[in-house]
């Protein structure tokens, strides 16, 4: 008990944080003018006295947000998979810069992480909930928590677009006082997705499908309604076999894919070999009576460029518009 007394005291000196029910949201700056800001994350209001100084990363969906915001050399520590194929070179430079705490993640790939070795970190904000560190217990100690909206186990959104991708950076900005920094990145974000429409316009009628195959057999998922891949397929001119499914993921049978026979693939994976993971459909049964399987108009690619709704699905888009449409 001494020792969580003192790490208490620490974070104090940090900077004080609270979770509060305010109902309101200030747009001033925290700590600039003594105001204080308060945002909405999975349906709760999260309050900052101070702009965060000690960031811990539990998962990787914050990374491009934070750098085009100019406040990831403020993270200081972090833990979970972060793929290089997601970032550019100077995002790289500064991810390696991060000391690393724990890449333990089990066979769903979730993160397997102590309670105490973030705290020891005296963050004063933590980015990414896992199982046993929730917003509840964090916030029983002063350490504010802002999730994915996408990702949060209550009060997520319905569905996610394009907007939320505009509107959680317009989140990040209001938190570390960089509004300018972020109305350049959303201008950036839809200069690339409207650029993205023109060049496909109305699409050529094919249908698509995004998955997450169980490498090795077993359970494949797909993405509907209220997933990123109903409108990233939308953008690049697609029409999502599920989308008359409204969930966000759901598990699907090797039979009801060939019902659908998508003429594309998207399938998602989140670490190991592409090959394997084309193959998992491959060898679904009967799955050479897929279009997309027989026509070879597939392309594997890592989970976050589809889901959820962060920066990296514009490039995820870009990605998909490029192989399919030479």
């Given at each position: ?12 000196a ?6 509060t029910?305010?109902?309101s949201?200030e ?9 204080s800001v308060?945002?909405q ?5 999260v ?9 811990v990363?539990l998962k990787?969906?914050?990374v491009?947000a934070l ?9 200081v520590?972090?833990?979970?998979a ?10 790289r430079?500064e991810l ?5 705490l ?6 769903g790939?979730h ?6 070795t973030?705290?020891?970190q ?10 046993n ?7 029983q ?6 999730e994915?909206?996408?990702m949060c186990?209550?009060?997520a959104?319905?569905h996610q677009?394009?907007d ?21 990145a959303i201008?950036?974000l ?33 993405y509907g ?33 060939i ?6 693939l998207i ?8 090959q ?5 459909v491959?060898?679904?049964p ?8 027989h ?12 889901e ?12 998909i ?6």
């Open positions: 008990m001494k020792h969580l007394f003192t790490v208490v005291g620490a974070l104090a940090v900077g004080a944080l609270v979770l029910g305010c109902s949201a747009n001033s700056s925290a700590g600039a003018s003594g105001e308060t945002v994350n999975c349906g709760t209001d309050t900052f006295n101070k702009t965060p100084e000690r960031m990363l990787s969906a914050a491009p750098h085009d915001l100019g406040v990831l050399d403020q993270v520590a972090r833990a979970g972060y793929p290089d194929a997601y970032y550019d070179q100077a995002t430079d390696n810069k991060i000391p690393m724990s890449d333990d993640l089990d066979a790939g993160l397997n992480i102590s309670k105490d973030v705290i020891a005296q963050p004063d904000l933590v980015l990414g909930e896992v199982d560190l929730d917003r509840a217990s964090l916030s100690l002063g350490i504010p928590l802002i994915e909206p996408a186990k209550s009060g959104p319905e677009s394009f939320s991708i505009y509107d959680q950076l317009e989140t990040y900005g209001t938190i570390f006082n960089k509004k300018d920094r972020a109305d350049v201008s950036d839809k200069t690339r997705v409207d650029a993205v429409k023109k060049q496909v316009g109305d699409g050529d009628g094919r249908t698509a499908a995004v998955l997450y195959p169980t490498v090795g057999g077993g359970t494949t998922y797909a309604s209220k997933s990123m891949a109903e409108p990233q397929l939308e953008a690049a001119g697609f029409k999502n076999v599920f989308g008359d499914v409204d969930q966000r993921v759901f598990e699907v049978t090797g039979e009801e894919l019902n659908r026979n998508p003429d594309v399938l998602l994976y989140s670490e190991g070999d592409e394997a993971v084309a193959d998992a491959k060898n679904l009967g799955a050479d009576s897929i279009t997309a399987v026509d070879n108009q597939m392309l594997v690619q890592l989970m976050n460029f589809t959820p709704a962060t920066p990296l699905v514009v490039d995820g888009l870009e990605r518009v490029e192989r399919f449409y030479q």
